[in-house]
């Protein structure tokens, strides 16, 4: 059994959003380009009844395209939901109110006001790119120079799709296999913030990956991550919790904004926590 939401049936949840908003499926955080608009309305999407209870690893959605067919796609299936424009941010956006990119570009925002640097100075790679939403809000704030990195052509093909001309440059790579031309076009753009927001701890970026993007950006650039409050725990097995941990300990990883917020609304519409982290890179990761 399924529940349509979000204009065809509404669900509540009670307790509080990011920043003081509400739970509501559907609440609206974001807009997103208006091109997207006609494609994401036409989109109907029904969710399990709010009993049925999955991990994050394996939600999953039944998803009504303009053509009237109906079919499954599992949360984690990008290469799928890229493929349809506006899908992505129907499901994760309208229905299920995702705030993540916003609310670490804010907390990027106001460390480097505090440091006095202009974001129009700031050149990220932005890990974990698809489809470009992320590269859209650090537009918004000043931040000119974005260069995305995803293993998926489909995210490369719908952010060109999708928002055109916000990545100077977009490699479609596997950076636990980066080649030395990956490397030495990586180089190139002199990067000095890496970004990787709602991306890490479910095997999409393992941490080898990661290491291999903050190892590109610049000493005494910033790392602006956000991950699941469990891959920092003590019984962690991804290998984040180490080391992130070693990383603050060693000062390798000089925190200035740290705080638990609500990523989204799972599909019972649970909030599920993150953890989000604004640093400064003052070296390498063991």
């Known amino acids: 059994m399924t529940q349509t939401v979000n204009g065809h049936g509404t669900v509540t949840t009670s307790g509080s959003g ?5 739970d509501r499926l ?6 997103g380009p208006r091109a997207l608009a006609e494609a994401r309305r036409a989109l109907r999407v029904a969710l399990p009844e709010p009993s049925s209870k999955y991990t994050q690893d394996d939600e999953w959605c039944v998803v009504q395209q303009p053509d009237g067919a109906w079919s499954e796609f599992r949360f984690h299936d990008y290469d799928r939901i890229f493929d349809v424009p506006g899908l992505y941010e129907k499901i994760f956006y309208d229905v299920l109110g995702c705030d993540s990119p916003r609310f670490m570009v804010g907390l990027l925002a106001d460390a480097l006001a505090d440091a006095r640097i202009e974001a129009a100075d700031v050149r990220v790679l932005d890990l974990g790119a698809g489809n470009g939403i992320m590269a859209e809000e650090l537009a918004a704030v000043g931040v000119a120079h974005n ?6 052509p489909e995210a490369r093909t719908a952010a060109e799709r999708d928002r055109p001309g916000l990545y100077t440059d977009y490699l479609v790579t596997d950076l636990t296999a980066l080649d030395a031309e990956g490397s030495r076009r990586l180089a190139g753009h002199e990067l000095n913030a ?7 701890g479910f095997g999409d970026i393992p941490p080898e990956a990661f290491r291999t993007a903050y190892d590109h950006v610049a000493e005494g650039g910033w790392v602006v991550l956000t991950i699941k409050d469990a891959f920092l725990a003590a019984d962690d097995t991804s290998g984040f919790a180490r080391m992130i941990a070693d990383g603050m300990a060693s000062g390798t990883l000089e925190v200035v ?5 609500r ?24």
């Open 26 to 31: 559907g609440s609206g955080v974001y807009d």
């Open 257 to 261: 904004r740290r705080e638990r917020f």
């Open 18 to 22: 990011p920043r003081g908003g509400d």
């Open 194 to 200: 890496l970004t990787v927001v709602a991306a890490l």
């Open 263 to 286: 990523h989204r609304l799972a599909t019972d519409a649970t909030p599920l926590v993150y953890e989000g982290i604004v640093a400064r890179k003052r070296g390498p990761l063991a």
């Open 147 to 152: 260069v995305g990195v995803d293993i998926l």
